[in-house]
């Protein structure tokens, strides 16, 4: 994304590691939600933000809250946070 088009405030996600958790494919995840494969990896990058509705069908697929999936901050990596209880 060129850093003219960056928003003033990212929105971070962990939907990668949670396809990844549940060996599941973008094309699989695109089609639970609606989406094309292409949408799913531009989320995943980060050079696209959800829109509220798709936020919620991405939550609903994993069984997670959206505060567990999207994120203002960055997200520790999940064995950290695992780990340091």
Known sequence: MSP???????????IR?????????????AELIGVN????GAL??????????LAFRICEVFGL???AV???EEFAPMSKELYTR
């Open 65 to 67: 809250p959206v505060e």
């Open 70 to 72: 999207f994120s203002r």
């Open 44 to 53: 995943e990058r980060g050079d696209h933000s959800p829109s509220l509705d």
């Open 17 to 29: 590691v949670l396809r990844a958790e549940r060996d599941m494919s973008r094309a699989q995840l």
């Open 4 to 14: 003219r088009k960056q928003p003033k405030d990212p929105l971070y996600n962990r």
């Open 37 to 40: 494969p292409q949408t799913v």
